[in-house]
């Protein structure tokens, strides 16, 4: 049998897989690459663990690993032994035109692969680029513990990278001199491109009538909500969320609250992550926005009680319809339910003419409310009172200028404080009625 026919009869399957590991009760998560009917774990893992030209996936949270990284090196790996019109049976073999033709073709939006049907715009190319070009200079760069070469690229050497110097911004404001891979190959994306609806910047009226919808529609997602409008929680916290994760929570102490999210914790039976932080951090609640927190806090409890779900083996505090703690997935899928529901009381009552209502039918023209609206309009409403780019990031969990664990809220904080509960006395009041 020739080389060509081993080649065609041999069929590659390339696949990450989360490793989780408990380390001092801490849920850690890392991906390791397989190749199917072959033992152990693959050693283009690697990859996902090194630090090279200044650049290592070390450092970078779950989800940009995942969907800006290994994903599409997935991707690739699949497509060069097994699709493209050379296919190799080696990456030794690998060579800028076989790059080449898995650019142009993802671009084209013709990879079998691909999850999504819809041809991608420059920023998605650019990206999948970016990943490729950096996986094959670490293809180029791996040296085994004897110093030597891993892989002797026969086509492809270190010196067809180029590099390019970029100012990176800080949260201070301070630059500073930055190096990258140009990528290694051009990117010819379709001049067609896919518009896809901006996040709404939701107002004081869309955050109201959201909440109505959940308690009178979804009420599990009703704190969720609060959480993210009030506490500028993402989804991924929310759904971490547990009773461990709660300090303060007791009446009256509105200057002392805040949220352990320090750890990612496993929160189901089945060992799936329900979702992962972007910072590992403890999150402070603004001191105006606790009492409408503490409100809600207290009709979930007791809403989780008469369900039976509450308290649970994990004290869980968002769970789904099969007694499970929700997934970030599924506290999208619900949110966007509510979402849908929106838009058409936004669209009545602007037909009948009430004036907030239009200046939000307006926006969702071009824009959707997502639950990162919440956290927009979380950051207005403290902007609007603090006038303080360090404390509007203190209390978004953001690096800001100072160490957050130095930081102290300034003396002035008990008339913000008024002016916060003034904003959110309607929302309290929803719940009442």
Known sequence: MNKNSKIANRKYEFFYLMISTLQKDELIQYPVIFERETQGVHPFTDYLRDSFKGFTLRNKTYNTIVNFYVNYVIIFLNFIFNESKNKIDNIEDL??????????????GKLTMKTSERKPNKDTVDKVNTAITYFIYWLCWKKDKAKRKMYKMNYISINDFQTKIFNKRTMNENTYKKESLCHLVPSNPSR?????????????????????????????????????????????????????????????????????????SLLRDDGRLTSSLKRKCDIPIYPGCAEVIYTYYQFHIEFLRSKGLYPNKYGVLFIDERGNAMTRKTYIRRFKELSKKLEVVITEEANM??????????????????????????????????????????????????????YAPPATLTEKVRKCQDEAISVKRIIKN
């Open 95 to 108: 060579n800028l035109d076989i790059v080449q033709e898995f650019i142009d073709i993802y671009c084209q």
């Open 192 to 264: 067609k491109i896919n518009k896809r609806k901006k996040v709404m910047q939701a107002g004081k009226y869309t955050i109201e009538r959201l909440i109505e919808l959940a308690l009178h529609n979804d009420p599990m997602m009703a704190f969720g909500i609060v959480l993210g409008a009030y506490a500028g929680l993402r989804q991924g916290y929310v759904t971490q969320m547990h009773d461990r994760r709660l300090y303060g929570f007791e009446a009256g102490l509105i200057f002392n609250m805040r949220f352990d999210f320090k750890y990612e």
């Open 353 to 406: 003419g009430i004036s907030e209502a239009i200046s939000e039918q307006r926006m969702l023209s071009d824009a959707f409310v997502s639950h990162h609206s919440l956290r927009h309009y979380f950051k207005q409403l403290i902007e609007a009172i603090e006038k303080n780019q360090t404390s509007v990031a203190f209390f978004l969990a953001q690096k800001s200028l100072k160490s957050q664990l130095d």
